[in-house]
């Protein structure tokens, strides 16, 4: 009896789990969305404590609305894998025959599609409540869209060593914020750069080497640390 | 021998404050973390002694 | 004639660590203190004053052994990790946490040192130097490392999840250090060094003296720590019992 097992192509799998992942978000609509808030309220805040004055928030701008980003992005990591790992499917997704390292590859992008883009899409109004010019925030959109993915590559390492554990969402903020900072000092940097009259090819290209080398490591690690919190 | 004097020394040429402060708070970290080491190892001795005490009982 | 043979592989039992732990740390502890005594002297009696910046450069003999120590024990730390993640050898995370207490506190120390070698030569307590800020973000790298230690019940897991972080911070601090030394330049910062300043050879000895002074200073203590570790983690066992009572 042959052809029983139906043999799934791995693109196939891939695109399943970020469908599901992303259906999943969909439904849970204000787990998406706080996160987006959070970028917002933060945002806001750091006008709140410098005072209006708009020279000094133009030069804050770039510096401000990324590390709220970053924040925010943060925020969201939980969910990758936490109900996953409480329902028992995490531990079905370990023991598949599909590498695990690419379905964290595939949660991690759909973590990016669900918490990163938001955030992309809702810098230049926030860069306009800073008073960025429209080339700024252009600039701004890019670097966050090349940063937001690596974001949630590294995060990914985080959420999973912290699954289950006490305390784990301040605990994942310790453990992965000074890995953002090189993302978060080239994201910033390529729209000053700008500001100043210099080229952002150099940051633009660092942050996609970033992004490649995120691409590559991050599931690795990950994928090694989901098994030892499933052990 | 560099320094004129023993208040020379110490004077460390205005610097006193930053320099012995440094070689200070050195001193003070090191024999801190000696005499934790110590008091952790022997919290668990004191610990595995109870626990062999109340298991032969 | 029967020659003898180590058989070194039998060092990688807890049980028989402890007791080599045990009869090596005095030699390093008192290696350590010659060492320092010898670097102090050499810093406050040999060493010359420095042209610009008087009295006060002093201070690297303790910043820079501080600074050197904590990266180097990170990347032991990551090492020990990564043997005890390929091999699966219970004593080489135990290693790794004997380490990281030691590490953060010579983090913590460069980032003192260093705050007191700024202040008279650059007027404030903290310039954001590539230096002073890659020290700041590795503590950060180190009380991550002790905080998800302390989270994480089971020793086991513990060991194996501090390991992965240990290496993915370890890969990432040249990262890390690029991407801060860039910033910096980029804001024109100060920087928190002797260049611009010959470094006499006698600066340099006594620097590289208490450097070792340092390492020596580690590996006695992380051995010491270890031995407390091992007896904590094997308690169940019949040889802790017995050594104990």
């Not at chain 1, 808030?37 to 701008?61: C, D, H, Q, T």
């Not at chain 1, 695990?100 to 883009?117: R, S």
């Not at chain 2, 668990?44 to 062999?52: E, G, K, Y």
């Amino acid at each position: 009896m042959s052809s029983a097992i139906k043999t799934v192509g791995l693109g196939h799998v891939l695109m399943a789990v970020l469908k599901r992942e992303i259906s999943l978000g969909m439904r849970q609509k204000g787990e998406v969305l706080t996160p987006l808030v959070f970028f917002v309220v933060i945002a806001s805040l750091f006008p709140l404590g410098v005072g209006p004055e708009s020279a000094l928030l133009l030069r804050m701008a770039p510096g401000v609305l990324w590390v709220s980003a970053l924040l925010a992005a943060m925020l969201s990591l939980q969910r990758m894998f936490a109900s996953d790992y409480a329902d028992g499917s995490l531990e079905q997704m370990a023991l598949s025959s599909t590498p695990l390292a690419l379905l964290v590859l595939a949660k991690a992008l759909a973590h990016f599609l669900l918490a990163g883009l938001p955030l992309v899409l809702m810098a230049p109004v926030l860069g306009l409540q800073f008073g960025l010019d429209t080339r700024a925030l252009g600039i701004l959109m890019l670097s966050l869209l090349l940063g937001t993915p690596t974001l949630s590559l590294i995060g990914s390492i985080g959420a999973a060593l912290t699954l289950g554990v006490r305390g784990a969402g301040v605990l994942l903020s310790l453990l992965i914020l000074p890995l953002y900072i090189p993302v978060l000092i080239f994201g910033a940097g390529a729209v000053e750069a700008d500001a100043a009259g210099l080229g952002i090819g150099g940051h633009l290209s660092l942050m996609s080497a970033l992004l490649v080398l995120s691409l590559f490591f991050s599931p690795l690690a990950t994928a090694a640390a989901l098994r030892i919190s499933l052990e | 021998m560099q320094w004129l004097s023993v208040e020379d020394f110490f004077y460390m040429g205005g610097y006193a404050f930053y320099v012995w402060g440094s070689f200070g708070i050195t001193a003070l970290v090191v024999v801190a973390e000696i005499w934790q080491v110590r008091a952790k190892r022997r919290e668990i001795l004191r610990n595995l002694l109870n626990d062999n005490d109340s298991q032969q009982n | 004639m029967k020659t003898r043979v180590i058989h070194w592989f039998k060092f990688s039992s807890p049980q028989n660590f402890y007791f080599l732990a045990g009869k090596m740390w005095p030699w390093f502890a008192a290696l350590a203190t010659v060492l320092v005594l010898v670097g102090l002297w050499i810093s406050f009696f040999v060493a010359p004053v420095d042209a610009q910046q008087g009295q006060g450069y002093r201070i690297i003999f303790v910043h820079v052994p501080a600074s050197q120590m904590s990266m180097f024990i990170y990347l032991v730390m990551a090492g020990w990790a990564g043997f005890g993640l390929a091999f699966n050898t219970r004593l080489s995370g135990m290693m790794a946490s004997a380490l990281a207490p030691t590490g953060a506190l010579f983090a913590f120390l460069s980032l003192v040192t260093g705050a007191l070698w700024g202040k008279p030569m650059w007027g404030a307590w903290w310039v954001w130097d590539a230096r002073l800020t890659s020290e700041l973000i590795l503590l950060f790298l180190y009380l991550g490392f002790l905080a998800l230690q302390a989270s994480i019940d089971d020793p086991r897991r513990a060991d194996k999840a501090c390991a992965i972080l240990a290496l993915v911070g370890a890969v990432n601090v040249p990262i890390i250090y690029f991407s801060v030394k860039w910033w910096n330049t980029l804001h024109q910062g100060a920087s928190v060094s002797l260049k611009g300043s010959s470094m006499a050879s006698t600066m340099l000895t006594g620097m590289l003296i208490m450097v070792f002074a340092f390492w020596m200073y580690t590996i006695a203590i992380a051995l010491v720590r270890v031995r407390t570790i091992i007896l904590d983690r094997e308690r169940h066992t019949e040889w802790v019992k017995h050594a104990v009572a």
